[in-house]
Structure formats: C-alpha cells, structure tokens
C-alpha cells in the first residue's frame, strides 16, 4: 500500500520554511525522498533507515519516526531552485529493496 | 555518456506494434529497475534486476516484458499495448539492490499508445 504524502501542494515565498510528511499505514524499513522538477527526472535527496539518525544537508534535512510510521521533509529559507514535486519512497520489512512511492507533494517557491 | 540514458525520449505506437525502450547506465551499479509514472499517479515500480537477475515483477501485465543483458543495459520490450499504457516510463539504477542504495533515474522515456 502506498504511503500518504501530506500537504498535496505548498506555495511559498522565498525564505519560508515547509514541512512536507509522508505516512505510511505499514511498519518503515526505511524512507527515500526525491525531487522532481518538471520534465525532468526525479532526484535523490535522501536515504533514512530504521534506527537511523536525523539526515541533512544544506538546508533540507529529514527526520523518520520509527513509532509513528512517518518521515518528515524539512525545507529551510526556501530557494527558487526547491520548487518541484517531491516524493518519499517506503520500504517495508516485506517488501525489501522495493520502494512504493507517495502520490508526491508540490512545492512552489516565488520570488 | 554520464548517468544514466535512455531512448527513445518519445514514442508513439499502436496497439499492434512491438518496440523496445533501452536504458544505459555509466555508474558501475550493479542493479536497475524500471517504474511507469502516469499523469496524477504515483511512480510505480514494474521490474527490478539486480546482478542482470530479475528480482522483481510487481504484477506487471505480459505484454511488457523486461531484458538485463549485461550489468548497464536494459531493455523493456513492448507488445501489443493498450492506450492505458500511455505514460513516463523511467529507468533507474543503484549500486546494490538494497536499503541504503539511493537510486538515480534516467530522463524517462514518453510513450504514446494510439
């Protein structure tokens, strides 16, 4: 079953901040988050395993809530450039290696 | 080449043809996956091979039939279709077949089946 990715679209100012969830109803092995611009192919931003750490870099970092059976996607001080569709993939402890997608969460920064 | 390639970008067929969508990878990964991603759906993941093995079907229908010759190529050949089929078809591939292996996908190929 897939996972429910919440909001379904965001609209921001540069600078402003969006939290992007991704539930799932299922127990997580692990959660992955890409981005995919328009017309272009998705990209990976990254990789949470079970039992693992927070994640980051710049300033889009990702937490994972083993209990809750959800990831979270933080975007600070939003760019231009974060505009796009983002999805978390899910892995459960049944279906190892095999990501089912979230239906995706667009985000569109203005100027 | 860098990453990973597909081709055609686009295609359109009928319903009686055969043709084959081919992806190419210049990362040294060891297994690559194909997924269908359709207008307002999420991306859905039809075949997964990993070592030129297949290791995934996800209840895909047979009239879309997957070949790994080698370690960076891989084909998904296409027969009588049906207009259901029309989307996105993206390749992807990891270093290994598992949980930490981020996936980098090609540029996807557009179908059109008429």
């Known amino acids: 079953q897939q996972p429910v990715q919440s909001p379904q679209a965001v609209i921001l100012r540069e600078g402003e901040d969006a939290v992007i969830n991704c539930s799932s109803s299922k127990a997580l092995y692990s959660v992955h988050w890409y981005r995919q611009k328009h017309g272009e192919a998705p990209v990976f931003l990254m990789i949470l395993l079970k039992g693992g750490e927070q994640k980051g870099h710049d300033k889009i970092s990702a937490s994972f809530n083993e209990k809750k059976q959800q990831s979270s996607l933080y975007l600070t001080a939003s760019q231009l450039s974060y505009s796009g569709t983002y999805f978390c993939?899910?892995?459960?402890?049944?279906?190892?290696?095999?990501?089912?997608f979230g239906q995706g969460t667009i985000l569109t920064v203005h100027p | 080449e860098t990453g990973v390639t597909q081709t055609p970008r686009h295609l359109v067929m009928g319903m009686t043809n055969k043709k084959s969508l081919k992806c190419e990878q210049h990362?040294?990964?060891?297994?690559m996956y194909w997924y269908k991603q359709s207008a307002k759906k999420p991306l859905e993941l039809m075949f997964v091979y990993s070592l030129e093995e297949r290791v995934e079907n996800n209840s895909v229908p047979s009239r879309f039939s997957p070949e790994c010759p080698n370690s960076s190529h891989l084909f998904l050949h296409l027969h009588t279709l049906q207009p259901e089929d029309s989307a996105l078809y993206l390749c992807a591939s990891s270093q290994d077949h598992g949980s930490n292996s981020e996936q980098y996908f090609g540029p996807g190929t557009r179908l059109t089946v008429t």
């Open positions: 990362l040294g990964h060891n297994a």
């Open positions: 993939g899910t892995e459960t402890g049944t279906s190892y290696g095999k990501l089912t």
